[in-house]
T-cell receptor
Framework: AQSVTQLDSHVSVSEGTPVLLRCNYS??????LFWYVQHPNKGLQLLLK??????LVKGINGFEAEFKKSETSFHLTKPSAHMSDAAEYFC???????????FGQGTTLQVKP | KAGVTQTPRYLIKTRGQQVTLSCSPI?????VSWYQQTPGQGLQFLFE???????NKGNFPGRFSGRQFSNSRSEMNVSTLELGDSALYLC???????????FGPGTRLTVL
């Protein structure tokens, strides 16, 4: 069975400093992994996705994630945080080739001025 | 292209009532999935419809049901509402289900 674990429920950074949101996954085969972001009272927006083409995936708004099979990790990073990055971030794995997504518990990113 | 739309955006019901939520997918998308988001349980998969057929189902009671129409629009119904059904209900559409899902803004259901 597939699952994801987000290792931090809350991350706080200062504006202009790097962001690291950690995610470990469990999957019995090569997974499809995603990061979604949710701003307050909004739906979910896709940041980036990994589908086995390249291990380093670039997304929108300067975010990127690296798929590391040996560590079963898919951490999300950004070199320099912006105030507008404050939101809830979800690491997600897709259950086989269907429309069922399995979500991590989410990481709240706080960006301090 | 227009995004995924959900109606209504907000809904207030009382215990025991039933409710129907609607989701219109992105044009050309045939898969629609529904999710429930609560502070305690996070985001949980309800079910997926593809070409008018339920293809996957999550671990929710039979009070939660859905359907999909020939134009791929989908509805979700919850009968005999309970206080614990208060949540943000999100739908997502994709071309086939096995590709990227795009989410709507959600319907906020409050059960009093």
């Amino acid at each position: 069975a597939q699952s994801v674990t987000q290792l931090d429920s809350h991350v706080s950074v200062s504006e202009g400093t790097p962001v690291l949101l950690r995610c470990n996954y469990s999957s019995s085969y090569s997974p499809s992994l995603f990061w979604y972001v949710q701003h307050p009272n909004k739906g979910l927006q896709l940041l980036l996705k990994y589908t086995s083409a390249a291990t380093l995936v670039k997304g929108i708004n300067g975010f990127e994630a690296e798929f590391k099979k040996s560590e079963t990790s898919f951490h999300l990073t950004k070199p320099s945080a912006h105030m507008s990055d404050a939101a809830e971030y979800f690491c997600v794995v897709r259950a086989s080739n269907t429309g069922k997504l399995i979500f991590g518990q989410g990481t709240t990113l706080q960006v301090k001025p | 292209k227009a995004g995924v739309t959900q109606t209504p955006r907000y809904l207030i019901k009382t215990r025991g009532q039933q409710v129907t939520l609607s989701c219109s997918p992105i044009s050309g998308h045939r898969s629609v999935s529904w999710y429930q988001q609560t502070p305690g349980q996070g985001l949980q998969f309800l079910f997926e419809y593809f070409s008018e057929t339920q293809r996957n189902k999550g671990n929710f009671p039979g009070r939660f049901s859905g359907r999909q129409f020939s134009n791929s629009r989908s509805e979700m119904n919850v009968s005999t509402l309970e206080l614990g059904d208060s949540a943000l209900y999100l739908c997502a559409s994709s071309l086939t289900g096995g590709d990227t899902q795009y989410f709507g803004p959600g319907t906020r259901l409050t059960v009093l």
